[in-house]
């Protein structure tokens, strides 16, 4: 390990005392050393932080020196691979730099200090002796195994490091699962119980900076600041921005955008600022040209920050060629359970009579459609049922299309005429396993995990103690991806799809369940082969149920862009469908997740998905509370059980459209499909014979729809909360001139609502978008809202 001189911080480009001038320049390399933009890198305080310098820069090989401030040490493999980063002695600031240079240019990456708490956790078992106790929740991923607590006067305690948030829990005595009786603190687990809950520190101090965009004019952008900064950064790609570029004076930041930024059709500038509490929010403003960007119509499906996706399961979605069809033939296979005839084309042509344009949408997310077995396969756990491989998730092949669902040629007229449309196409994609009949496995049988443990157990699904081998069925083998051979054969099968039919990104199933290396060779893999021979973007999002920290472990530049924020949506589903529960609650989960993900994240916000009962079965009554959602489907027909449900839902949809992060349809939640767990949420798509209920939600999703489409505020905007109760919850978007409200009402009553105007737009005349009635007087608006339901205004 090699160790390049450490020079001091680059205190006189970030200082708040600086001079601005017009017309400079930044040297930007041919050969960039970064495709994407970085966010800021957590350091720890306490211990090392390694950097996989591969996870930023395309060619780590070629870095030359590199600098950070006193606070640090910073160490370098001899072959640049990379980086560790130790506390140096002096107190680490809230947001450094990093500067790395390369052939003679520099390029930025901040750190940000570590907000984890050490934590020493107590449970008291009162009277109760126990020969083991365990703790297994939010905080480790609800693996007990993670969680043994040691025993001291009759107490058992667990020591803690964690990030500010709430964190659900159970103690696991002896084997048994119960709640923490010691502890009042409990959530509804969704489920018919209550998990115990712990609290620790606070996510934002109201003394924190808060900066928002305030002017803007072609070349020059001004922001504004709530509380004192001591430092401000302001980036343009990822590079630092000095004295040459910005300046503060008392009517906000002033930033001249770059010259260079002239020569790319799309790029941003970014920006934070810290003082002694902590860090402020990001600033995300996108240039085309080197000007701002403020009119939505100018965004295209390569900005990926305004896609709004459409999922759908390609065999439930619309059957367009009959004469693929070949449901299995075998009568232990239940209906629900068989092919049911939807293909490529089905799907073609839904899009080509315009229903995703129509729906506002720009990206379609489509199941995994590679070869899966001609037969059915009785499921490992009880009651042993036999499946299809319908779904498209037990791949016989990784290259070829399943014959029920199409041909090359069909594939190749899908993603054509999906960009003519000015659509993405995202493909689901499986590289965790594969099922038995795999011809590989005959001739490498020793790719795969081992199948048996260690005194007899089977390793299926357990999907947290055993994260990274564990099988999902008897008949699915999982890949040994720690062999390099195997994931150089999955990664190659996977851009494959990208280079041959010009797929705009992938969905990646389990995402949790696969090691990072694999992620780091098929993110560089597609880097080399697409991204840059053909100067496009690949969007990549990932499926991990988990905590968010284990999430953001796989998002960076060199892994995936994105995941689904699961836990965001639990908090949602609770929020919008139960009137028991408190919208405190939500706006505290939408704050704790930017604390990890940023306020300009890719994150994908769901309405619900494949493998969970749908939204509008919890919110209509339909499904009860503690019922076995998954059998219900199998026992009894799930329907909307009281109508207030599509009113609930068309809340959800709103909050998704108008949150940070990308909207995200599950097929059928437009209009309020309702159905159990898998396999009954995954009915056959309807298009005609909607009901009234199901006619209007499908109009409200398109108009929320289109409307994010050409909001700037919605895609590109500051978030502030403005109130949050029990029943109410307010919050604006806002993106320099431009405002978005969006107010919800989750009792079942109507209510007059008031709120205070922000300052900055109380002089700003705000209309409803969903017929609501407005009225501001002096500041403060008051609008009447129906029960159960929103709106949304804009200046």
Not at 458 to 482: A, S
Request: one cysteine or more.
């Amino acid at each position: 390990m090699r160790n390049i001189f450490a020079f001091l911080i680059f205190l006189a480009s970030a200082s708040l005392i600086q001079s601005c001038g017009s017309g400079t320049d930044i040297p930007v390399s041919k050969e960039p050393q970064m495709l994407k933009l970085a966010a800021p890198i957590t350091v720890n305080t306490t211990d090392s932080t390694v950097l996989e310098m591969g996870d930023y820069f395309l060619y780590p090989k070629k870095i030359d020196s590199f600098y950070t401030d006193r606070s640090l040490s910073l160490h370098i493999t001899a072959d640049s691979s990379k980086m560790v980063i130790k506390p140096a002695g002096s107190s680490i600031p809230w947001l450094g730099g990093l500067t790395v240079w390369s052939k003679g240019y520099s390029y930025s990456l901040l750190l940000a200090r570590s907000m984890k708490i050490s934590y020493r956790f107590c449970f008291d078992p009162g009277a109760k002796k126990y020969k083991k106790v365990q703790i297994a929740g939010q905080m480790n991923d609800w693996n007990a195994s993670a969680g043994y607590m040691f025993q001291k006067e009759g107490k058992w305690y667990y020591d803690l490091r964690l990030f500010p948030g709430k964190y659900q829990y159970k103690i696991v005595c002896d084997g048994k699962w119960m709640s923490d009786l010691k502890n009042p603190d409990s959530v509804s687990n969704g489920s018919g119980g209550y998990n115990s809950l712990l609290t620790l520190g606070n996510l934002n101090s109201p003394n924190l900076p808060v900066l928002y965009t305030k002017e803007s004019g072609g070349k020059k952008l001004s922001l504004g600041l709530k509380n004192k900064a001591d430092t401000v950064f302001v980036l343009w790609e990822n590079h630092l921005l000095d004295s040459r570029f910005w300046k503060q004076d008392s009517s906000g930041i002033i930033i001249n955008v770059p010259k260079t930024a002239a020569s790319f059709e799309r790029s941003f500038i970014r920006a934070w600022a810290i003082n002694k509490y902590g860090m402020s929010n990001e600033i995300l403003v996108p240039l085309q040209d080197g000007k701002v960007v403020t009119d939505a119509s100018k965004l295209t499906r390569a900005d990926q920050e305004a896609m709004i996706l459409y999922f759908m399961m390609v065999d439930r979605f619309c059957d367009g060629n009959k004469q693929n069809n070949k449901p299995i033939n075998d009568k232990d296979i239940d209906p629900k359970v068989n092919y049911m005839g939807g293909d490529l084309d089905g799907i073609i042509q839904v899009m080509d009579k315009g229903y995703f344009t129509r729906l506002g949408v720009n990206t379609l997310w489509i199941s995994p459609i590679t070869q899966n077995p001609l037969n059915g396969y009785v499921e490992f756990p009880a009651p042993h049922r036999k499946f299809s491989g319908y779904h498209g998730y037990w791949p016989v092949t990784l290259t070829t299309i399943d014959t029920r669902f199409g041909t090359t040629q069909e594939l190749h007229k899908l993603v054509n005429d999906a960009h003519k449309q000015g659509l993405n196409i995202v493909l689901d994609f499986v590289s965790h396993h594969a099922h038995q009949e795999y011809p590989v496995f005959k001739a490498h049988p020793d790719w795969i995990t081992k199948l048996d443990l260690p005194g007899g157990r089977k390793n299926i699904r357990l999907f947290d103690e055993q994260r990274l081998t564990t099988w999902f069925d008897i008949f699915l083998p999982t890949f040994d991806l720690t062999k390099p051979e195997v994931t150089e054969m999955v990664s190659d099968s996977a851009a494959f799809w990208i280079r041959e039919y010009d797929i705009d990104g992938f969905r990646h199933d389990a995402a949790k369940h696969v090691p990072e290396m694999y992620w780091r060779a098929l993110t560089k893999k597609l880097n080399q082969q697409v991204a840059i021979p053909q100067n496009r973007k690949i969007y990549q999002i990932g499926e991990t149920f988990g905590s968010r920290e284990l999430i953001k472990s796989y998002i960076n530049p060199g892994m995936l862009d994105a995941q689904f924020e699961f836990n965001l949506y639990w908090d949602a589903k609770n929020s919008f469908a139960y009137d028991y529960t408190s919208f405190r609650d939500l706006n505290y989960a939408i704050q704790q997740s930017f604390s990890y993900f940023g306020e300009h994240n890719l994150m994908g916000n769901i309405t619900g998905n494949q493998d969970m009962s749908r939204f509008i079965s919890f919110a209509s009554g339909a499904i009860t509370s503690g019922e076995d959602e998954h059998e219900a489907g199998w026992k009894r027909d799930i329907e909307v059980k009281d109508t207030v449900g599509y009113r609930k839902l068309a809340s959800l949809m709103a909050f998704n459209m108008s949150i940070p992060g990308i909207p995200v349809i599950y097929y059928g939640d437009e209009y309020g499909m309702p159905g159990a767990g898998d396999p009954d949420n995954r009915r056959m798509m309807k298009f005609d014979s909607l009901n009234n209920h199901e006619k209007h939600n499908l109009a409200v999703t398109s108009k929320l729809a289109n409307l994010r489409h050409s909001s700037m505020p919605l895609i590109y905007g500051d978030f502030t909360t403005l109130k949050a109760s029990d029943k109410v919850f307010i919050f604006m978007r806002s993106y320099f001139d431009k405002a978005v409200i969006v107010v919800f009402n989750k009792d079942r009553n109507p209510k007059k609502i008031e709120f205070d105007i922000p300052d900055r737009y109380v002089k700003s005349v705000f209309n409803s978008n969903f017929g609501s009635t407005v009225n501001v007087v002096q500041g403060k608006a008051i609008v009447n809202l129906d029960g159960n339901s929103f709106e949304i205004l804009s200046n």
